[in-house]
């Protein structure tokens, strides 16, 4: 059964750069069939997504977040990963990574909650 | 992208059968079948329901289907049942090759 697990500061300080990692298991990253991706939910609000990447590393970004996103992958460690710059307390959220197959999302981490705050 | 439109709230009782809708454009929800719906519990991950306008994952009850007309998809849950209390997004691809979500409905089972 695939895996994504979300890892990451759970903490960043404003205007600082917020950096998590997802790491797939119980199956292969470097399936063409599948985008890896990041959605965010901020506390009580609706979800929102972020961006996919695909193994070949093709990237896709929200148009409102494209500025100060960055994503990557590591195929040999299983792993793909978010930048998100100049953070402020408006990203403050739980973030979600996950599979994408076509247009929808079968698989999601359970997400981690990382705080903008001094 | 703006966010496609759903009602903040549907309710139904046990048994009953409710129809939660999604509103786009024809650069969304109009121009592609790509809808999806997921349905979130408090505390917990999205979980997919419904991909590709109509289609059920695996160990997704039968009590779920999906539709679309125009620029409007709509989920409908039949049978109600308490479990199905919870919040239910929809998603769209869009004609950016970008994803945009719904609003969110929150189901409540009276």
């Known amino acids: 059964q695939l895996q994504v697990q979300e890892s990451g500061p759970g903490l960043v300080k404003p205007s600082e750069t917020l950096s998590l990692i997802c790491t797939v298991s119980g199956g292969s990253i470097r399936s063409s069939s599948y985008y890896w991706g990041w959605i965010r939910q901020s506390p009580g609000k609706g979800l929102e997504w972020i961006g996919s990447i695909h193994y070949s590393g093709s990237t896709y970004y929200n148009p409102s977040l494209k500025s100060r996103v960055t994503m990557s992958i590591d195929t040999s460690k299983s792993q793909f990963s978010l930048k998100l710059s100049s953070v402020t307390a408006a990203d403050t959220a739980v973030y979600y990574c996950?599979?994408?197959?076509?247009?929808?999302?079968?698989?999601w981490g359970q997400g981690t909650l990382v705080t903008v705050s001094s | 992208q703006s966010a496609l439109t759903q009602p903040a709230s549907v309710s139904g009782s046990p048994g009953q059968s409710i129809t939660i809708s999604c509103t786009g454009t024809?650069?969304?929800?109009?121009?592609?079948?790509?809808v999806s719906w997921y349905q979130q519990h408090p505390g917990k991950a999205p979980k997919l329901m419904i991909y590709d306008v109509s289609n059920r994952p695996s160990g997704v009850s039968n009590r779920f289907s999906g539709s679309k007309s125009g620029n409007t998809a709509s989920l409908t849950i039949s049978g109600l049942q308490a479990e199905d209390e919870a919040e239910y997004y929809c998603?769209?691809?869009?004609?950016?090759?970008?994803?945009?979500f719904g609003t969110g409905t929150k189901v409540t089972v009276l």
């Open positions: 998603s769209s691809y869009t004609s950016s090759n970008t994803y945009v």
């Open positions: 996950a599979r994408r197959q076509v247009a929808a999302v079968h698989y």
């Open positions: 024809s650069s969304d929800v109009g121009g592609y079948n790509y």
